[in-house]
């Protein structure tokens, strides 16, 4: 690195599905801002992810929880990065909150979108246009280049490091193998019920699998141990949920030759992990969040009250998700 190689702090998101797609940012800096340095402040939970990303230079934890003020601690963080002389910070986020932390560490070029008064918090203000950048990850990306957009900007897919070393180590721990085709399963979805796919779909979709000689890894959180241990009841089936950490799950999905998802934070693991994706679509929009990856397939049903964008379904049957049947998904299955 030269001195005139700029280093850049990003405010990242607080999802996991977010961060991912925030790779693409930052793979748009490296690729059109004379290779630069870049920090990422993210929640702490974040910090293992961010070190699959080669182009992050670290991950800086934001001591605050989601949603929580914490001034004085946003303060105490700014003022420690001071001494570092970024060059530009880009603040993903558009709540107020999120852009304290620049605005501490007294950095010259602050880069946001307008929101909750920010003015003087955000000093490179952008205006977001929805109907030119629809999707999340376009908005992303487009804070990494100059002025407003006037058309959508190009993605680069996410795309994350892979530890084979700690492949190995899970293989053993879990007394897993790959003799036969893995299709993961990723049955949870921290937004709410409306996009996940019903449980009982996901078991008879492992059922039909099993019998053409497929076995099946379930992947998920602590919260998800309960729909795992729902589909394990099939012989051939591994319930993992609440067993791994995030990057783990990054390794494991390495190792599957096909994932089947709802639309959460998995998904974008997945597809970022390389694994060949079936996602599943109810209450939200695959063109707005699309899975990252050109070898995704989309199962959406292209209802009139879908998509909605509500936690549980406001008409009360889910018939977004309903009407997908475990046949529509294992024709998918290669």
Known sequence: MTDSTPHILVIGPAWVGDMVMAQSLFMTLKQTRNNPLIDVVAPA???????????????????????????ARRWKLGRSLRRIGYDQAIVVPRSYKAALVPWFARIPRRTGYRGEMRYGTINDMRLLDKAVLFQTVQRYVALGREGNATQA??????SLQID?????????????????????????????????????????LARRLVERGKQIWVLGSAKEVELGEQIAEVDGVT?????????????????????????????????????????????SDPAYTPPLSD????????????????????????????????????????
Not at 153 to 158: D, S, T, W
Not at 239 to 268: F, I, P, R, W
Request: with cysteine.
């Open 45 to 71: 939970w974040s910090l293992p992810l961010l070190a699959r990303m080669p182009e992050v230079n670290q991950g800086i934890a934001l001591p605050v929880k989601h949603k929580e003020l914490g001034l």
């Open 153 to 158: 900007p190009a993605i680069p897919g996410p």
């Open 164 to 204: 084979a070393k700690n492949q190995q180590t899970l293989l053993h721990r879990f007394g897993l193998d790959t003799d036969k085709p893995v299709i993961a399963m990723m049955p949870g979805a921290e937004y709410g019920p409306a996009k996940r796919w019903p449980t009982d779909y996901f078991t008879e």
């Open 239 to 283: 319930n993992l949920c609440g067993k791994t950490e995030l990057v783990d799950v990054v390794d494991l999905l390495a190792l599957c030759d096909q994932a089947v998802s709802n639309d959460s934070g998995l998904m974008h693991v997945a597809c970022a992990s390389g694994t060949k994706v079936i996602a599943i679509y109810g209450s």
């Open 295 to 334: 070898t995704a397939q989309i199962v959406y049903k292209h209802l009139a009250c879908s998509p909605c964008f509500k936690r549980t379904c406001p008409l009360g049957h889910t018939h977004c998700l309903k009407m997908i049947k475990p046949d529509d998904v294992a024709d998918l299955i290669e």
